[in-house]
């Protein structure tokens, strides 16, 4: 849709599937609840392999199809032309950049200082041959090392500032200019996954005093880190269910990840007990355990759940390594909230929760979201659909008086 219609589209295309959203735009101000009127969605087929595209006709003809099912899930007479889109996978590169001045003695921080602070920041924007920034966010202040929500006017020495930037590599643009072209799109608005999930599943208090979102999907994992209401880490790492799906197959002697998959999925959810045996899917005759474990083509519990939090605590041990010092439980007053396909593996909270120290919730719902999709497989395309319907609803853009365009405060 043009910027003046009166629906939202988005996009996200994940490892495994493309979802695609639509529903109704609100007007600049108004404060109303996003409403959905369709979605649609379509396997790809394998057309992507831990973010990566690998076939790029098969993404088309899906997310060709996930559009059309969206339009006729709708139920009126829509036809998508520009939809917002999730990015995910190695074609993401983030970079946490500051800038730091020296106040000079017996003056209070200015608006200018601010100013400084942030352009000494951009001054350090660098990235690798072949990205190009999509996506940035204002990081906190700190006033002599400490943070300051408020620096103008207040007495310091130093003064730290700038700005979280996430790059998109050449060879993904591409990619979407590719898929615009073909299918009559364009993509207006760009977010990373882990953000969109973010803005779902975590409040304005959350990301105010502290949390980290993860969402472990089919290929990859996404995680964003607040801190004072501003984005201080945020990361894809090429793992996903796949890896436990793998590392059963290894353990087992299954035949492919499907068998393994569906081991995990049809046994292994919070919301089924564990019997004390499991029976190797029906479809692998062939498959023969180890360790003595094929005997009547079935498989000790406590073995295949060892397997998984053997794999979840290096997921989360990595995760903790990469953020560093801010996954301490002073950063993570709120905790974790884990969200995609693998929240639902029993157990994987309870890890999660030994190695950060701190508590693991799944992530909620709100309220405007319909029942037919709570699962945490649509938490990307949802939070991305009410980003997009917040951008939206923000209220146009003040215009300044005469009185303010001619005269400028001398302090200012």
Not at 176 to 201: I, K, N, Q, V, Y
Not at 330 to 359: K, P, W
């Amino acid at each position: 849709m043009s910027a003046d219609s009166q629906y939202i589209a988005v996009t996200d295309i994940g490892t495994s599937k493309v979802v695609v959203i639509v529903g109704e735009r609100p007007r600049p101000g108004q404060n109303v609840f996003p409403k959905i009127l369709g979605m649609g969605e379509c396997e790809t087929g394998g057309a992507l392999c831990k973010g990566r595209v690998l076939d790029e006709g098969k993404l088309a003809e899906a997310l060709g199809k996930a559009c059309q099912k969206a339009e006729n899930d709708a139920h009126c007479r829509i036809k998508i032309s520009t939809s917002a889109i999730s990015i995910t996978g190695p074609t993401l590169l983030g970079k946490r950049l500051t800038g730091e001045i020296a106040i000079p003695p017996n003056t209070l921080v200015r608006p200018q200082n601010l100013r400084e602070a942030q352009r000494a920041a951009i001054a350090k924007e660098s990235f690798p041959p072949g990205y190009t920034r999509c996506f940035s966010r204002g990081q906190p202040t700190f006033l002599d090392g400490i943070l300051t929500p408020k620096p103008i006017g207040k007495p310091a020495r130093s003064l730290k500032s700038g700005y979280w930037a996430v790059a998109l590599d050449h060879e993904y643009q591409s990619l979407l200019w590719h898929l615009e072209t073909r299918l009559g799109l364009h993509f207006d608005l760009m977010l990373p996954s882990s953000c969109a999930s973010a803005f779902l599943h975590s409040t304005p208090r959350d990301r105010e005093t502290g949390v980290l979102v993860l969402d472990i999907g089919a290929g990859v994992t996404d995680y964003v880190l607040y801190a004072r209401g501003h984005i201080v880490g945020t990361d894809v790492l090429p793992v996903g269910g796949d890896h436990f799906d793998e590392d059963l197959c290894v353990a087992f002697g299954l035949k492919n990840h499907i068998v393994a998959s569906k081991l995990r999925c049809e046994n292994g959810l919070k919301s089924k007990p564990w019997p004390q045996t499991l029976p190797i899917p029906s479809d692998t005759n062939d498959a023969v355990a180890q360790d003595g474990f094929s005997a009547n083509n079935r498989i000790p519990t406590h073995a295949v759940r060892q397997v998984l939090r053997a794999r979840a605590a290096d997921l989360f041990a990595l995760i903790r390594a990469r953020i560093g010092p801010l996954a301490s439980p002073e950063h993570l007053v709120n905790g974790l909230i884990l969200t995609g396909g693998m929240a639902y593996q029993d157990e994987i909270d309870d890890v999660a929760q030994s190695v950060f120290g701190r508590h693991v919730s799944p992530g909620a719902f709100p309220e405007w979201v319909p029942e037919k999709l709570f699962s945490f497989k649509y938490s990307t395309a949802l939070g991305l659909f009410a980003a997009a319907h917040a951008e939206a609803a923000m209220p146009p853009p003040r215009r300044k008086s005469l009185w303010e365009r001619i005269f400028r405060p001398k302090n200012v």
